[in-house]
């Protein structure tokens, strides 16, 4: 198992214009959060082998639309790279792999290439500010987005260590909601490309204080995509 060293996470700034893009439905890298991957399909396979003798960076971006047997789905223009900081190979020749968020990218144009997985020409400027942390969230309600959290998880019945979710920097909470709570793609992607931390916080409380509603008005599962989450 490989892991990175500090000195190597220093090294992170310099962002490549060329990046290998995993679309993945329902599946959000955000800036400092850290996405588990188990690797299996062989384009992929050959991403994460070329990104290791790389510069260990692949962006995650989600399909823009339901795309059955494609291989190659129509995208948002926005995702989220990271850089592989874990990896492992099993017996059985899959790959985990952990990425840790760098910024997100919007994409400027797919390339033609010979790649079995897909590439693109990535635009980091739009995302400056991802290169450091917003831990305090200014303007933050987080009381309220608290409070309408755990009502939904006890009735969802949810198990959940509130104790540690209560305690966490608001900026690391957000950013964890945002990649794990079950919302649709859609709803993803609208996280993923809010402007700052304080946006990203109003639209996750409307989300839950949503998804609460609809399950007290005695609706069933939230509505989303059935995919293999982080499993390819």
């Not at 893009?21 to 384009?43: M, T, W």
């Not at 990104?51 to 692949?58: F, P, V």
């Not at 005695?218 to 390819?232: K, N």
């Amino acid at each position: 198992m490989i892991e990175d060293s500090d000195d190597d996470r220093n090294v992170a700034d310099a962002l490549p214009v060329r990046i290998p893009i995993f679309p993945l439905s329902g599946v959000l890298l955000l800036p400092q959060a850290k996405l588990p991957l188990n690797i299996f399909e062989p384009r992929y396979l050959d991403m994460v082998r070329d990104a290791m003798a790389g510069d260990r960076i692949i962006g995650m971006i989600q399909p823009s639309q339901k795309a059955e047997g494609s291989a190659r789905p129509a995208v948002y223009d926005i995702g989220g790279a990271g850089r592989i900081t874990s990896f492992e190979e099993t017996p059985d020749n899959r790959f985990h792999i952990t990425l840790t968020g760098l910024s997100r990218f919007s994409i400027i144009e797919e390339l033609t290439v010979t790649t079995r997985y897909r590439q693109v020409v990535a635009d980091w400027d739009r995302f400056a500010a991802d290169r450091w942390a917003e831990d305090e969230g200014p303007g933050v309600d987080r009381n309220r987005l608290l409070t309408a959290l755990r009502a939904y998880l006890e009735l969802a019945q949810i198990p959940a260590e509130w104790e540690t979710i209560a305690n966490a920097e608001t900026g690391s909470l957000i950013t964890s909601l945002a990649m794990i709570c079950p919302f649709g793609p859609a709803e993803k992607q609208a996280l993923l490309e809010a402007s700052d931390l304080f946006e990203r916080s109003r639209i996750m409380t409307a989300l839950v204080e949503m998804a609460l509603l609809h399950r007290a008005s005695g609706g069933g599962a939230d509505d989303q995509d059935d995919d293999d989450h982080q499993i390819h």
